[in-house]
């Protein structure tokens, strides 16, 4: 093909957008020319997730989906990601359309096998990025792999063990992200709290978030996928005393009772993350505390989803995300004793998430009245462009180099620190002026259901 136009379909988490977003980049680099329609492209790529059972239904949904363009102008479906990590021989001898299966290892291919000439090196790591996310915020991946032997996750088994990045190539491609417009660095990894324990035989988040906060520009750097048993006094220490770390952790706990935590393979306790809740709150002022429960684990019974139940009201997460267990095979929790029934895992999560509906409808009302910094996501039409536009003029519109003010402007969407993007919720604000990617002291005024309601003060 000359020229072929390729799309690409980025499913799953933050860690396959990076990866998504780096696959561009060397397609790039080989002077590929992108659609953003599938409908529309040569070749299409889909970047899947082969995590939990939802995940892989996903994935395979859309391939099945999009592999129907191959009887219309699509010359080549490419598959990738996760689940092809994982599925490898079963997605080539059962979808025939799919033209390639590649693994996670052999990036570098998707480019060939698009038809370009050239794609950059082998591996993913060191290449540039196409962003896929707005300019003002970045996803910055500082390790790949896992060690830990949760029971029910079969990442280890797909991405391999914990590689830390040197503290350079980090730093680098932050500073690439911040001449680039981002505001906002929000640091993932399968457990970011071990970075560095690899390479420098100790743990060294604490360092990379102090030389971080020296990128002039650099507004926010916001910490996810922590882990609770690999915390320790001086990263808490950076978290609370650098400004612009913000308040905000990630922090799965799966489960609270003893005996799950310890079939799960967490490596902690109750006592243990009870006492490092406690001392975070305590050392943090202003922390905002996101986790992740999972429900109906094998050998959950009511006094056990009752113990986490309670846990939850008691602690009272400001963010809180939960979970079906999910049965993957090849992992330990497959082969235990005691799965519990559907049934009871959907009504278990109802109810955590009915709890949970009510401690953050509590925790908004507690902010009326309060002043909040707003970094601006999305600014909405003015009553005198709408009427501009009907008389057939031009309103000034969003260009790559930044937003265009318009001096009548009265509503945009943003988030404060303790929000997180794509998963918490949103600040609806009133302003004139809006521009994506600027930040807004406001004054909350009232609140609509998980998002709060402000006007701007400045």
């Known amino acids: 093909m000359k020229n072929p136009k390729i799309a690409l379909i980025s499913l799953g988490c933050t860690k396959n957008l990076v990866d998504s977003e780096k696959i561009l980049g060397r397609l790039a680099q080989g002077g590929a020319s992108f659609c953003q329609e599938p409908e529309a492209a040569d070749v299409l790529i889909i970047n ?83 962003r896929l996310t707005p300019r003002h915020y ?34 680098r491609e932050a500073g690439e992200l911040v001449s680039s417009g981002t505001k906002e660095i929000n640091l993932i990894a399968q457990d970011s709290t071990l970075y560095g324990i690899d390479l420098y035989g100790r743990k060294r ?14 507004r926010w750097i916001r910490l996810l996928y922590t882990h609770p048993a690999h915390f320790y006094p001086a990263l808490i220490k950076e978290i609370a005393s650098n400004e612009k770390v913000v308040k905000y952790l990630d922090l799965p706990i799966q489960h609270i009772n003893d005996k799950i935590l310890s079939r799960m ?75 519990v029934s559907e049934k009871i895992k959907k009504k278990r999560l109802g109810e955590v998430m009915s709890l949970q509906q009510g401690l ?40 790559r180099a930044g937003a265009s003010p318009a001096p009548t402007l009265r509503w945009g969407y943003g988030r404060s620190y303790g929000d997180a993007p794509e998963v918490d919720g949103n600040v609806k604000l009133e302003g004139s002026n809006l521009m994506t990617g600027e930040f807004r002291r406001a004054l909350v005024t009232t609140w609509e259901g998980y998002n709060l309601v402000a006007r701007c003060l400045d």
């Open 48 to 130: 899947t997730c082969g995590f939990i059972k939802e995940a892989k239904e996903e994935s395979v949904e859309t391939i099945l989906q999009m592999a129907r363009l191959k009887d219309a102008r699509l010359k080549k479906l490419i598959v990738t990601g996760c689940l092809a990590e994982r599925y490898q021989e079963e997605l080539t001898r059962d979808i025939p359309e799919i033209d390639h299966v590649v693994g996670l290892e052999n990036f570098n291919q998707v480019a060939e096998f698009s038809g370009l000439k050239k794609g950059g090196r082998n591996g993913c790591q060191e290449d540039s990025r196409l």
């Open 360 to 399: 953050t409808f509590r925790e908004n009302a507690r902010w009326v009245g309060k002043e909040i910094e707003v970094l601006v996501e999305e600014v909405g039409a003015t009553l005198a462009v709408a009427q501009n536009k009907r008389a057939g003029a031009s309103p000034a519109t969003e260009n």
């Open 138 to 171: 970045s996803y910055l991946k500082v390790s790949e792999g896992c060690n830990n032997p949760c029971s029910y996750c079969s990442i280890p088994s797909i991405r391999g063990p914990f590689k830390s990045r040197s503290m350079e190539d980090v730093l």
């Open 265 to 339: 393979g967490r490596g902690v306790n109750r006592g243990d993350i009870e006492g490092l809740i406690k001392r975070l709150r305590e050392e943090v002022s202003g922390l905002f505390l996101r986790s992740t429960v999972i429900v109906g684990f094998p050998g959950e019974r009511e006094e056990e989803f009752q113990e986490l139940l309670d846990f939850l009201e008691e602690t009272a997460f400001e963010r809180l995300g939960a979970f079906t267990y999910s049965r993957e095979e090849g992992t330990a929790a497959a082969g235990l004793r005691g799965h």
């Open 205 to 218: 988040l604490h360092e990379l978030l102090q030389r971080l906060s020296e990128i002039d520009d650099l």
